[in-house]
């Protein structure tokens, strides 16, 4: 009997990341070169797809939606090939840091003037 694999079997029945930090925007990049893994690193199918997308910067969310599963179940994969060390995750930038949109509107007016 074949068909979609429930999501617990990718995760090893997992439904937490081990790294609190992964959040949905999170920018994910494979590290260049094949990871170093220790010997009781398995990386399944799913793994090996989140190395293969994230050539260049893509959000958990982006990695979510073009491998068709959910987005606790990336977390948990991206949070394993953080732990191992064959990824790289840039944490979203934080709140106070972000310009206000009323700022951005301004500017969008400012540009708009200038033809």
Known sequence: MSGPVRPYVITGGRSRPTRSEL???SLVS???G????????LL????????????SLLSIAEVA??????LGVVKVLVGDLWDLGAVQV???VPQ??????TLL?????GLRQLR
Do not use: S, T, Y
Request: contains cysteine; charged residues 25%; negative net charge.
């Open 23 to 25: 959040a949905v925007e």
């Open 30 to 32: 494979a590290l260049p």
């Open 34 to 41: 094949p990871p170093e893994l220790p010997e009781h690193a």
């Open 44 to 55: 399944n199918r799913e793994h090996r797809r989140i190395l293969g997308l994230c050539h």
């Open 65 to 70: 939606a073009h491998l068709g599963l959910p």
């Open 90 to 92: 840039l944490p979203p």
């Open 96 to 101: 106070a840091e972000r310009l206000p949109a």
């Open 105 to 109: 509107e301004e500017v969008l007016v």
